[in-house]
């Protein structure tokens, strides 16, 4: 038996006529015409919830057989203290809880993963780093991290900014990545045979086959 057809047995149980119902709720303040009984018998519409009170105590019915079918035999002690109306409300707004996606799901349980940070200027294959914690928010294949140091990468990478890094030792021309060159790093585009900075007051810094040049990296992500 459906919502509906629950509170049209109960007013017939109750030995009332739509009408009674309807003139019940005008004593009380309320204009509820038979019409729009009708309408909640039929499950056309639904009371609300001060509506849903009235129905309860006009039927003497409990608020939970007529939410859910189910006779409440032994009061939840989180309703006790509650008239009937508070019930209704109560268990109402229950149910409205529990058939939202939002309240019922289980919340994801994020992966918590530690990294390395360095700090730029730093070679980046010592043992002079911190350990950082991040969440699964950051992005795959991340397999350490660099905090940018100076204004040269602005407008997209700004100084105490965290860089994801995905290891590896080559990359495409146009990519940012992290490079070892002469002893020094960097945090650069390679374009063109030239470690680049995004910040156009910044020269590029040309490769030669002489230097001592390294790739550490790809920058994936930044945080």
């Known amino acids: ?7 049209k047995q109960a007013r017939i149980d ?3 006529t739509q ?3 309807a003139e019940y ?9 038979p019409y729009a009984i009708s309408s909640w018998e039929t499950g056309k519409h639904k009371p609300d919830l001060e509506q849903f009170a009235v129905l ?3 039927y003497n019915t409990d608020a939970m057989y007529l939410l859910t079918g189910k006779k409440n035999q032994s009061p939840d002690p989180l309703l006790l203290g509650l008239n009937q109306k508070g019930r209704a409300h109560a268990l109402n707004y229950l149910n409205m809880l529990k058939s939202d996606p939002l309240f019922t799901q289980e919340d994801e349980i994020r992966e918590i993963r530690t990294y390395r940070l360095y700090d730029i200027p730093v070679y980046l294959d010592s043992d002079n780093y911190e350990e950082i914690t991040a969440d699964d928010l950051i992005p795959d294949g991340t397999d350490y991290a660099v905090r940018v140091s100076g204004d040269s990468m602005e407008p997209k990478f700004y100084n105490g900014q965290i860089l994801f890094i995905k290891e590896q030792q080559t990359l495409n021309d146009g990519e940012i990545g992290i490079f070892a060159l002469n002893g020094e790093s960097y945090v650069k585009k390679l ?3 030239t470690l680049v900075s995004l910040n156009p007051k910044y020269k590029p810094i040309k490769l030669y086959e002489s230097d001592d040049f390294r790739i550490f990296g790809k920058v994936i992500g930044v945080n």
């Open 1 to 7: 038996m459906k919502f509906f057809e629950r509170i």
């Open 14 to 16: 109750a030995n009332l």
């Open 19 to 21: 009408t009674d119902v």
């Open 25 to 33: 709720f005008s004593k009380l303040g309320f204009s509820v015409k």
């Open 56 to 58: 309860c105590k006009l």
């Open 191 to 193: 374009l063109g045979g």
